[in-house]
């Protein structure tokens, strides 16, 4: 956390207290420049922990405040896409097949390459004719049954692993039409986009992968999870985040 002193005051060093979930730290403190920095190291922290602070601290003039925030530790995967019309390299063809044929997903050309923070394609409404390719690993947050659920315009496929090797990966849910943006329960093919419940243990990481390819009109693809202990999911509902660690590896290729 950065402070900056104010023009008639400082901060008072022996006033400063921290909250973890409602523990008070022990935690640093350094001043240079008229910027108090504090700090506070943790250890490792699990994929989607949430974490309340509270800070509370004292200027020169005997003036008091207190700052509260809650932060998760999300997740985060890598997106790749490739071609498009906006690149002037538009994919034909209105199927998965032709997109991983394509010479720019052939000769591995994502025009981009980026790491993002949830399983989304955003913006919605990007471009024509190009492919997307989603790849990392899920960590289960408990012990239940999970099911994975697609949500997309146009066709896209989900693969899984049940451990960390791509080469393990299956399909487990697939589109050949398009439906709306976060239309998890509602709309076409509900049966194909929605997997098989698959028990996975907590800590459980897995591969996964999601290929998309989009020709003309609208276009997104998202994937959420449910699981027995979770409340009904609903459209509308965020897609998958807190849980994924991006796939940094070669391009893997079903």
Not at 58 to 82: C, H, L, P
Request: some cysteine; overall charge negative; aromatic content about 8%.
């Amino acid at each position: 956390v950065l402070l900056r002193d104010g023009a008639t005051a400082t901060l008072t060093p022996g006033s400063v207290n921290l909250l973890w979930n409602g523990t008070s730290v022990v935690h640093g403190l350094s001043q240079a420049g008229g910027v108090s920095t504090i700090t506070y190291d943790p250890g490792p922290l699990a994929l989607g922990t949430i974490v309340n602070n509270q800070l509370t601290y004292a200027d020169s003039n005997g003036k008091t405040y207190q700052v509260d925030w809650t932060w998760e530790v999300k997740g985060e995967i890598r997106m790749r896409i490739f071609g498009g019309d906006s690149v002037s390299e538009p994919i034909s063809g209105g199927t998965i097949t032709d997109m991983v044929n394509s010479a720019p997903y052939q000769e591995n050309r994502p025009h981009i390459n980026e790491i993002v923070d949830q399983l989304e394609i955003l913006p919605v409404n990007r471009d024509h004719n190009y492919g997307t390719e989603f790849l990392g690993y899920f960590t289960a947050a408990i012990s239940d049954w999970h099911t994975f659920i697609l949500s997309s315009d146009d066709d896209s496929d989900l693969y899984l692993s049940l451990d960390e090797s791509p080469a393990n990966a299956t399909r487990i849910a697939f589109m050949t039409a398009s439906n709306g943006n976060r239309q998890w329960t509602a709309g076409t093919e509900i049966n194909n986009r929605t997997s098989d419940e698959i028990y996975l243990e907590a800590g459980q990481r897995c591969f996964i992968q999601v290929l998309h390819r989009d020709g003309t009109g609208g276009d997104h693809c998202a994937v959420a999870y449910t699981t027995r202990t979770d409340p009904d999911i609903s459209d509308g509902d965020p897609p998958v985040s807190g849980r994924l660690t991006a796939f940094n590896g070669v391009q893997f290729t079903e």
